[in-house]
């Protein structure tokens, strides 16, 4: 049993009432962590120390910011195998996506933002002989960062990294869902050497601690993460109280397979692009959208690979996909499975709770992975987000129609595109209503580049200097020349 404590003013505590929640690993079903259960006086008590802290972290040079933030990232680096193993235990992904993708990146992010915080420059604006301006960019005081439960360590990190980089102090909430990673980042801060209040980490529920963060008057800039529906309530709040919000929402991706697509090339992308993580990332195509004249073939092709792939113990090799992140998310994916059905699609493949599992595994949350066929694009199921391994497959004739059926959802966070016309990909991409366009790849990561969703997937972006201005407030000074 792990036991994890909030990091608040530089001290590893409790809640003050005492209080204690339980994390529970998916791929046994048992409670294998438990977790601070703070309440607003937990959030009060981390925002004052976030205030205290705030004008010497800012005044702090440059220089020094980044170094701490690059000491954090070789502290990542030397706990990656344990990381590793608490994100793939409390998370239910396979031990290699956490080992290789995830905590790499967590340590990334830190120093992804330390070298860009050091490269950063303000702008001049020169206005002939008459006069110029500069622009002054400016911490912007405490940032509340509220992060989801699928990728834990990696978009907390995300948050964080740029708003410490850039001199602003932090409130930070994980997921109650998978808080381990994030306690362990909080000893890590502390043995980083990282000044009290200016990281604090408040573990807890979304509707105590995060709603507290949320609508508190000393934190001008909330980042969240998560489900469109918390997206609108966080707006419902912060948006009279004039705060600087960026929200990064659901999605509902599409997968568009041209008539010359190299599918040699592209299955392995689109395999795991529907199935990594078990579909529970926000960028995963959960629509594929294939020319009629190559559905037939892509089926045959697309089916057995997908019926390959092992689900099991996540901390096996062996594993491509490993448990659900928990019982009730579970049970959602099954009710749209079930949905599918009556709307009219059929199960191609999957649509089962199993797996390949050890006797550890038997009460875990295991599920196939999912490919349905001849839903109308206009269905639920099709519409509404799943965030799970499941995949609707549907034609199109023309790529005026792929495009149409592309942008016809509620979301607009990301799209791939398959073909070997690359003048046709880029005329896609153009007319694509999403914060991002693969072509011919998945899941490929600039950091410096921006990131964020159209339409219900998000407002605001995310990365490189899009997230250095988020985290900023210019302040333009004009000085006469004349
Ligand atoms: P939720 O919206 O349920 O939760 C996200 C975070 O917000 C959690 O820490 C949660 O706490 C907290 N929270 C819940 N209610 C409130 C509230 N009223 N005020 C403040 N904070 C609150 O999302 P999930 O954790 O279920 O994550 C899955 C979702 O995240 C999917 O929709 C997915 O698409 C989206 N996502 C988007 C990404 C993007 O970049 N666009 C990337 C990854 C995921 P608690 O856990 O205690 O409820």
Redesign the pocket.
């Known amino acids: 049993m792990i036991s994890i404590r909030n990091l608040i003013n530089g001290g590893l505590v409790d809640a003050i009432s005492g209080s204690r929640g339980e994390s529970v690993n998916p791929a046994t079903g048992l409670v294998h962590a438990d977790f601070p259960d703070s309440g607003a006086e937990d959030v009060d008590r981390a925002v004052g120390a976030a205030v205290e802290a705030f004008p010497t972290w800012r005044d702090r040079p440059v220089r020094e910011r980044a170094a701490l933030l690059r000491s954090l990232a070789d502290l990542i680096d030397a706990n990656t195998d344990r990381l590793a193993r608490l994100e793939s235990e409390d998370q239910g992904k396979t031990l290699a996506q956490a080992t290789e993708i995830e905590i790499p990146r967590a340590a990334a992010n830190f120093r992804y933002f330390a070298g860009a915080i050091e490269a950063f420059s303000g702008e001049m604006h020169q206005m002939d002989s008459q006069a110029i301006n500069y622009t002054l960019r400016r911490a912007r005081g405490v940032a509340g960062c509220?992060?989801?439960?699928?990728?834990p360590l990696y978009?907390l990190t995300w948050k964080i990294a740029p708003a410490l980089a850039t001199g602003n102090t932090v409130v930070a909430?994980?997921?109650?869902?998978?808080p381990v990673t994030a306690g362990i980042l909080g000893e890590l801060a502390v043995e980083a050497g990282f000044p009290p209040g200016v990281l604090n980490l408040v573990h807890?529920?979304?509707?105590?601690?995060?709603?507290?963060?949320?609508e508190h008057p000393d934190v001008p800039t909330i980042t969240?993460?998560?489900?469109?529906?918390?997206?609108q309530?966080?707006s419902r709040?912060a948006g009279p109280m004039f705060k600087r919000v960026s929200?990064?929402?659901?999605?509902k991706n599409p997968v568009i397979v041209c008539e010359d697509a190299d599918l040699d090339d592209a299955m392995d992308d689109i395999v795991r692009s529907a199935f990594a993580n078990q579909g529970?990332?926000?960028?995963c195509g959960s629509r594929i959208l294939v020319h009629r004249s190559r559905l037939a073939e892509f089926m045959e092709r697309f089916l057995p690979r997908v019926r390959g792939l092992r689900v099991g113990d996540p901390a096996s090799a062996e594993s491509d996909l490993g448990a659900i992140?928990s019982r009730e998310?579970l049970e959602k994916i099954e009710s749209y499975v079930q949905l599918a059905v009556e709307e009219g699609g059929k199960i191609a493949c999957g649509g089962n709770r199993t797996g390949v599992l050890p006797e550890r595994c038997r009460n875990g949350f295991f599920y196939e992975p999912t490919v349905i066929l001849g839903l109308p694009q206009d269905c639920r199921t099709n519409q509404e987000?799943i965030?799970g391994p499941v995949v609707s497959v549907q034609g199109f004739d023309t790529h005026a129609e792929a495009v149409t059926k592309a942008n016809d959802v509620p979301y607009g966070?990301a799209c791939c595109i398959y073909t070997k016309d690359l003048s046709r990909a880029h005329r896609m991409a153009a007319r694509i209503d999403a914060?991002i366009v693969w072509i011919n790849c998945w899941m490929v990561r600039d950091l410096r580049t921006p990131?964020?969703?159209w339409k219900a997937?998000?407002v605001g972006r995310?990365g490189g200097k899009d997230a250095l201005h988020f985290f900023t407030e210019s302040t333009n000074v004009c000085l006469n020349l004349e």
């Open positions: 509220i992060s989801p439960w699928n990728l978009l909430k994980p997921s109650e869902v998978t807890g529920f979304g509707g105590t601690v995060g709603q507290r963060i949320v969240f993460t998560g489900s469109t529906a918390t997206g309530a966080i709040i929200l990064e929402l659901g999605g529970e990332i926000c960028l992140v998310h987000e965030f966070l914060g990131f964020g969703g997937s998000g995310e």
